[in-house]
């Protein structure tokens, strides 16, 4: 991802104990945020989604993940859709936070979504990956109130503090 707020705040939380996990390392398909995760000395690994196929971008990524002892796989705004192949490998143990009060705005964009519906409320959903996009069993989900003067663009500044809210509350439950 090239968004910070939700792995800052895991990582902060991890920092101070409050998380109730260890950070074993970062895959980025941005390098974006490398030095931040690597100020909390967690290692860092970029595997572009660029120039290869998708076989290739997932096994390059599960060769990462076989060095460490996981008990869970957090996609904190990674932003790509993972195949049933890398989804088989890891069921019930890949956990999304995804933007929207789900079954509402699923996929790309839900703010836009949101926004273009006029709905008042929006919301974040923490849930297990399934093969099926942004429809796995729900860990976590809550909302917050926004009104007529909000646009798309401050919808998702609004969304960014309780997508972090969400997830955090999702890893003290799993």
Not at 90 to 96: P, S, Y
Not at 160 to 172: P, Q, T, Y
């Amino acid at each position: 991802t090239k968004e910070f707020h939700c792995l800052a705040d895991i990582l902060v939380r991890a920092h101070f104990k409050t998380l109730g996990a260890t950070v074993k390392c970062v895959i980025g398909n941005h390098e974006t945020l490398k030095e931040f995760a690597e100020k909390f000395d967690v290692p860092f690994f970029y595997v572009s989604h660029e120039d290869k196929s998708k076989a290739d971008f997932e096994n390059e990524i599960t060769r990462v993940l076989s060095n460490y002892q996981l008990d869970y796989i957090v996609l904190a705004k990674f932003m790509r859709i993972l195949s049933p192949e890398f989804n088989k490998q890891f069921t019930h143990k890949i956990i999304n936070i995804h933007h929207s009060f789900l079954p509402a705005f699923v996929g790309a964009s839900p703010y836009k979504q949101a926004f273009e519906r006029g709905v008042k409320i929006i919301g974040a959903t923490a849930h297990f990956v399934t093969d099926n996009l942004d429809e796995g069993p729900i860990i976590s989900q809550q909302t917050i109130h926004v009104n007529h003067n909000y646009d798309a663009k401050q919808m998702a500044v609004a969304g960014r503090e309780i997508e972090k809210a969400v997830l955090s509350k999702a890893l003290e439950q799993v």
